[in-house]
C-alpha cells in the first residue's frame, strides 16, 4: 500500500473529509479514522484494528510483561552460572540486601617460579644421560649448558633444580672416569717437599673445574669462598673435613664463626656443597691419599671481588680425638701465612669443552 495524501481523487466522486488518504486498486480511498471501519470490513476486524494505534502500554498483560522484564530478580538457591534453572519469583525488599552482599574472594594466585628456576627450566638437559655416556662428559655438558645462567644470576647455583642435578650427576663420576689412577697419582707426591697436587681442567668466568690429590698426613689450610658456591665429591681416600660458618667479621680481621661440620670422611665416595654462607670456611687433613673433584660457581678472582682468605684453625689446639660441638662459636683470624702450595699435575679424562 502506498499512502500520499496529496493524490487527486477521481472526478465525480463526493468530497470526503480531511484526513489521510489510501491508494487502492480501485482508485484513491480515505483512511478510516480509529474506530472505524471500510466498506465491506466485519465488526471483530474493525475492533482488533482499532486497538492497534493505542500505544503498548495500554494493551492488557502489558504492565505485567513490563515489569517482569525491567526489574532484576535474584537468582535461586544453587543457581550455577550457564545452568538451566527455574524462573524464581522477585525477592522485591530483599533486592537491597542481594546488592550489598560481598563479592565472593578469588583465591590466591600461585607463586610464581625464580626467574633462574625457569632459566633452568628451559635450558636443563635430560636429568639423567644415557648409559653409555661418560658421567664426566655428561656433567661437563650440564655446567656448559648452565653458563648463561649462571652468569647472569648470582644465586642460580643455589637453584634447588640445579642442586639436585649436580648431585646427580656427581653421583655417577668415579676417579677412572677422570683418568685417575690412585696408585700412580700419588705416589708421586709421597715424600715430596709439596704433597699436594693440583690438577686443572677448566678455569672460565662461570667456572672452576678441578681436582686435589694429596699424599697421607698432607693438609689444607682453613680457608673461604667469598661469594661462590662449591660442589666437591671425594673420589677416593680419606679426610677430616671441618667446616665452619661465619656469623660476624671481627675487628682484627676474620670471623666469628659457628662449627658446621667436624667429620672424617672416606673411603666411600661422598658429595659436599657448600655456600657464600653456610659452611664457607673449611679445612681438610687428608688421613690417607685422596683425590677430591672440586668444582667452584664462580672460581676465585682478586679483581671481581673474591679473594682467597686463609685463617687459623681454632681446632689445631685441641687434644687428639676431641672434637667440638657444631655450633659452637670460634673466632677465626684471618692470616696472611699459611697457605697450601700445590704442585700442577697433568690431567689424563676427557675434555671440558668437545674437540671442534
Same mark, same amino acid.
Given at each position: 500500500?502506498?499512502?500520499?495524501?496529496?493524490a487527486?481523487?477521481?472526478?465525480? *466522486?463526493p468530497?470526503?473529509d =480531511?484526513?489521510?488518504t489510501q =491508494?487502492?486498486?480501485?482508485?484513491i480511498?480515505? #483512511?478510516?479514522?480509529p474506530?472505524e471501519?471500510?466498506?465491506?470490513?466485519?465488526?471483530a476486524?474493525?475492533?482488533?484494528?482499532?486497538?492497534?494505534?493505542?500505544?503498548? *502500554?495500554q494493551?492488557?498483560?502489558?504492565?505485567?510483561?513490563?515489569?517482569q522484564?525491567?526489574?532484576p530478580?535474584?537468582?535461586?538457591?544453587?543457581h550455577?552460572?550457564g545452568?538451566?534453572?527455574?524462573?524464581?519469583?522477585?525477592?522485591? /525488599?530483599?533486592? *537491597?540486601q542481594?546488592?550489598?552482599r560481598?563479592?565472593?574472594?578469588?583465591?590466591?594466585?600461585a607463586?610464581?617460579?625464580s626467574?633462574?628456576s625457569m632459566?633452568?627450566a628451559?635450558?636443563?638437559?635430560?636429568?639423567?644421560?644415557?648409559?653409555?655416556v661418560?658421567?664426566?662428559?655428561? #656433567?661437563f655438558?650440564?655446567?656448559?649448558?648452565?653458563?648463561?645462567?649462571l652468569?647472569?644470576?648470582?644465586?642460580a647455583?643455589?637453584?634447588?633444580?640445579?642442586?639436585?642435578m649436580?648431585?646427580?650427576?656427581?653421583?655417577?663420576?668415579?676417579?677412572?672416569?677422570?683418568?685417575?689412577?690412585? *696408585?700412580?697419582?700419588?705416589?708421586? #707426591?709421597?715424600?715430596?717437599?709439596?704433597?699436594v697436587?693440583?690438577?686443572r681442567?677448566?678455569?672460565?668466568?662461570?667456572?672452576?673445574v678441578g681436582?686435589?690429590?694429596?699424599a697421607k698426613?698432607?693438609?689444607?689450610a682453613m680457608?673461604?669462598h667469598?661469594?661462590?658456591?662449591v660442589?666437591?665429591?671425594l673420589?677416593?681416600?680419606?679426610?677430616?673435613?671441618?667446616?665452619y660458618?661465619?656469623?660476624?667479621? #671481627?675487628a682484627?680481621?676474620?670471623?666469628?664463626?659457628s662449627?658446621?661440620q667436624?667429620?672424617?670422611?672416606g673411603?666411600?665416595?661422598?658429595?659436599?656443597?657448600?655456600?657464600?654462607v653456610?659452611?664457607?670456611?673449611?679445612?681438610?687433613?687428608?688421613?690417607?691419599d685422596f683425590?677430591f673433584?672440586?668444582?667452584s660457581l664462580?672460581?676465585y678472582?682478586?679483581?671481581c671481588?673474591?679473594p682467597?682468605t686463609y685463617y687459623?684453625?681454632?681446632h =689445631?689446639?685441641?687434644p687428639p680425638?676431641?672434637?667440638?660441638?657444631?655450633?659452637?662459636?670460634?673466632k677465626?683470624?684471618?692470616t696472611?701465612? /699459611?697457605?697450601t702450595?700445590?704442585q700442577?699435575m697433568?690431567?689424563?679424562?676427557p675434555?671440558?669443552?668437545?674437540?671442534p
Amino acid at each position: 500500500q502506498i499512502f500520499n495524501r496529496c493524490a487527486p481523487r477521481p472526478t465525480g *466522486e463526493p468530497q470526503q473529509d =480531511a484526513g489521510m488518504t489510501q =491508494a487502492t486498486p480501485q482508485g484513491i480511498m480515505p #483512511l478510516r479514522r480509529p474506530g472505524e471501519k471500510f466498506a465491506g470490513q466485519s465488526s471483530a476486524t474493525a475492533q482488533v484494528s482499532a486497538s492497534f494505534p493505542r500505544p503498548i *502500554e495500554q494493551h492488557p498483560g502489558a504492565a505485567q510483561a513490563i515489569a517482569q522484564i525491567t526489574t532484576p530478580q535474584r537468582p535461586p538457591r544453587g543457581h550455577r552460572a550457564g545452568a538451566s534453572q527455574p524462573s524464581a519469583p522477585s525477592t522485591g /525488599g530483599r533486592q *537491597e540486601q542481594w546488592d550489598r552482599r560481598k563479592p565472593r574472594r578469588m583465591p590466591a594466585a600461585a607463586p610464581l617460579a625464580s626467574e633462574a628456576s625457569m632459566a633452568f627450566a628451559n635450558a636443563m638437559p635430560a636429568p639423567m644421560p644415557a648409559a653409555d655416556v661418560c658421567p664426566a662428559r655428561a #656433567l661437563f655438558d650440564f655446567i656448559r649448558s648452565s653458563t648463561p645462567t649462571l652468569l647472569r644470576h648470582k644465586s642460580a647455583a643455589a637453584d634447588p633444580q640445579f642442586v639436585r642435578m649436580m648431585f646427580s650427576l656427581l653421583d655417577r663420576v668415579t676417579a677412572k672416569d677422570l683418568g685417575m689412577m690412585p *696408585e700412580e697419582d700419588c705416589m708421586c #707426591l709421597h715424600n715430596h717437599p709439596v704433597p699436594v697436587g693440583f690438577v686443572r681442567i677448566h678455569l672460565g668466568p662461570e667456572a672452576s673445574v678441578g681436582i686435589f690429590v694429596a699424599a697421607k698426613g698432607a693438609k689444607i689450610a682453613m680457608h673461604d669462598h667469598p661469594n661462590m658456591y662449591v660442589f666437591g665429591r671425594l673420589l677416593f681416600g680419606r679426610i677430616r673435613l671441618t667446616a665452619y660458618t661465619p656469623e660476624e667479621p #671481627l675487628a682484627e680481621g676474620g670471623y666469628s664463626a659457628s662449627l658446621y661440620q667436624d667429620d672424617v670422611v672416606g673411603p666411600e665416595p661422598a658429595n659436599f656443597k657448600l655456600e657464600p654462607v653456610l659452611a664457607n670456611l673449611h679445612e681438610l687433613v687428608v688421613l690417607d691419599d685422596f683425590a677430591f673433584l672440586n668444582i667452584s660457581l664462580p672460581p676465585y678472582s682478586d679483581t671481581c671481588g673474591r679473594p682467597c682468605t686463609y685463617y687459623t684453625a681454632p681446632h =689445631a689446639g685441641m687434644p687428639p680425638g676431641q672434637k667440638a660441638a657444631k655450633g659452637e662459636r670460634f673466632k677465626l683470624f684471618a692470616t696472611s701465612s /699459611g697457605g697450601t702450595p700445590a704442585q700442577g699435575m697433568r690431567y689424563h679424562g676427557p675434555r671440558y669443552r668437545p674437540d671442534p
